[in-house]
């Protein structure tokens, strides 16, 4: 019986085949470093596209409400053709259902920012010391809308009966200015009926109703408006609005419409976090005033200067809380430069000031 045995040689052959522990190492230290870079150029960009997202956001938001304040404040005292001698208010004050906010149709006061001491409302959510901006006058001049009315009187009146080339769309309970570039008078409608009549009678069932106590040199009867228009004079629906900014609890702070006759605020635009006015007084050169300065001198003001601090949704945006200035430049006693006009933000988001002049067009024509 033979017997043999394996050699070295045999045994040398037998090599084991893979990647060594240290080739191992060397590969996971090269992927982890690969994977890292990927991962940083990913958060990078995230970043810079939420950065861009923010920054686009706040200045469509910016733009949207600086140009719905400024046509407004623009157009604001619009009656039709301003009256030179004054618009007459038949509007029944005794009555329950009149509301200062909603009937008081004064010239002196289209344009003005209601005070914590004033008489009329302030809206009930606005932010603490912020502004707003009440704004009297057609409101077809003023916000566009598709319903608002402007018509032209065709026949001469003798009582509170208005003959309209066209009155589609005016309703009973419409408050209206009739004008004539020389007088003017504000009044309810009380009847709408065919062939244009407009009817603004006294001592109905509509509140508040009109009380006329100034009818014209002549009248025999007794809803007679203040003087005889002629054929030619304007009619036009007439409202009241007033902006503001409001910070609901479970919600972004907005800039609001607040709408005296629903007694209500709508939401206009997101993420606008505060805001405040000034008003140029004076003929020529204005002179710049805050709110309280110039109230209850309202009637002087020809001008009106809006700043609106808007912030982004994300409030993780920023890697260090961001330093702005509000109301900033050219606001007086407002240089950006100093640390005590600017302010810190508690939070990571994305903080923009924007900031517009409008000339109040039907005070300058006077």
């Not at 025999?220 to 910070?247: D, F, H, K, Q, W």
């Not at 601090?309 to 109301?327: H, W």
Request: aromatic share 6%.
């Amino acid at each position: 019986m033979m017997t043999g045995c394996i050699g070295e040689k045999g045994m040398a052959n037998r090599h084991e085949k893979g990647f060594s522990l240290v080739e191992l190492m060397v590969a996971l230290v090269i992927s982890s470093l690969v994977m890292l870079g990927v991962v940083q150029i990913f958060i990078a960009n995230n970043k810079s596209f939420h950065m861009q997202k923010a920054n686009a956001r706040t200045q469509e938001a910016g733009r949207i409400a600086m140009e719905m304040l400024t046509r407004e404040a623009r157009n604001a005292g619009f009656f039709g053709c301003t009256p030179s001698e004054g618009l007459v208010n038949n509007l029944d004050e005794n009555d329950a259902g009149y509301s200062e906010d909603q009937h008081d149709m004064s010239l002196d006061e289209a344009v003005m920012t209601v005070q914590p001491s004033s008489s009329l409302s302030m809206p009930t959510n606005q932010i603490t010391n912020s502004h707003n901006l009440r704004l009297l006058g057609v409101k077809a001049a003023r916000d566009g809308s598709g319903n608002a009315i402007e018509m032209r009187v065709e026949d001469v009146p003798n009582s509170a009966n208005f003959q309209v080339n066209n009155a589609d769309g005016l309703e009973e309970g419409d408050i209206i200015a009739l004008t004539d570039c020389i007088g003017g008078d504000v009044v309810q409608v009380t009847n709408v009926q065919s062939g244009g009549v407009i009817v603004a009678n006294s001592g109905t069932t509509h509140s508040p109703g009109n009380s006329y106590d100034e009818g014209f040199d002549g009248c025999s009867g007794s809803n007679c408006p203040s003087r005889l228009y002629s054929e030619g004079a304007r009619i036009n629906r007439l409202g009241v609005t007033m902006y503001y900014v409001e910070n609901p609890t479970d919600a972004e702070p907005a800039l609001f419409r607040w709408d005296p006759e629903t007694n209500s605020g709508t939401e206009l635009v997101q993420g606008v976090a505060d805001m405040r006015v000034q008003y140029g007084v004076g003929a020529g050169s204005v002179d710049w005033r805050s709110p309280s300065a110039v109230d209850p001198n309202w009637a002087d003001v020809r001008a009106v200067r809006i700043s609106i601090l808007v912030r982004s949704k994300n409030e993780n945006l920023m890697n260090d809380p961001m330093t702005y200035c509000f109301p900033g430049e050219p606001w007086d006693g407002q240089d950006c430069t100093e640390s005590s006009n600017r302010t810190t933000a508690s939070d990571g988001r994305l903080y923009r000031v924007y900031t517009a002049t409008a000339s109040v067009r039907n005070r300058n024509l006077e």
